[in-house]
C-alpha cells in the first residue's frame, strides 16, 4: 500500500495504527495467546514492515496478524483471511477511519469467538482456499487460487475438509 498522488491525507488513518496497538495489547492481556512482534513483508518484493502476530494457545483456534502498513493496516486471520484497512486510500474513496476501526473490532471479535471457517476446494483448474468470517455485524465470504503445493500443504495440515476454527481461551484471573 505505497502513497499514491491521489492519496494526500495518509495521515487521517494514523488513528488505526493506534487502535491496533490498543487492541492488541488488550487481547494480549484477556486471551491465552502468544504475541510476537517483528518484521515481514507484504509479498514477495515488498518491503519489511512492523508485523504482530496473536497466536492462541489452543492450537485449533486461529491465529491473527496485523501488518502496519502505510497508510493503514493488513489483517491476516488463520491461514487465508485477508483484509487491508483501507480498501483504497485515496482521496475520492474517503474511507472514515472511524469507520474502519469499527470494523478491525467487528472482524477480531468474530475471529475470536470462532467465526472463521476455512478450507480448500479442488476443481478442474486447480485448488481454491475458502474462507468465510462469521460475527456479530459481519458475514462475509473469500476465494482464491492456491499452488499446487499450497494445496497439497493445506490438506495435509487438516484443510481438505473445513475448519472451523474455536474461540480462543480466556486468562484466568
Keep these: 500500500m505505497d502513497r499514491r498522488p491521489d492519496a494526500t491525507e495518509t495521515d487521517r488513518f494514523s488513528l488505526l495504527h493506534e487502535a491496533a496497538d490498543t487492541m492488541l495489547d488488550e487481547l494480549t492481556e484477556r486471551y491465552l ?33 496485523i501488518q502496519f502498513t502505510e497508510p493503514g493496516l493488513l489483517l491476516r486471520f488463520g491461514r487465508w483471511w485477508t483484509e487491508s484497512l483501507p480498501a483504497c486510500p485515496c482521496d475520492a474513496c474517503d474511507e472514515d477511519p472511524k469507520v474502519l476501526v469499527e470494523r478491525l473490532r467487528v472482524h477480531a471479535d468474530a475471529l475470536i469467538e470462532g467465526g472463521l471457517w476455512e478450507r480448500v476446494r479442488r476443481g478442474l483448474g486447480g485448488s481454491w482456499f475458502e474462507t468465510r468470517l462469521i460475527g456479530a455485524g459481519v458475514k462475509s465470504d473469500r476465494e482464491g487460487p492456491l499452488s499446487a503445493t499450497g494445496a497439497r500443504d493445506a490438506r495435509r495440515g487438516g484443510f481438505a475438509a473445513a475448519v472451523q476454527w474455536a474461540p480462543w481461551q480466556l486468562r484466568s484471573l
Design 33 to 65: 495467546v502468544e504475541r510476537r512482534e517483528g518484521k515481514e513483508p507484504l509479498g514477495l518484493d515488498d518491503a519489511l514492515v512492523r508485523t504482530d502476530r496473536l497466536i492462541p494457545r489452543m492450537p485449533t483456534a486461529a491465529p491473527l496478524a
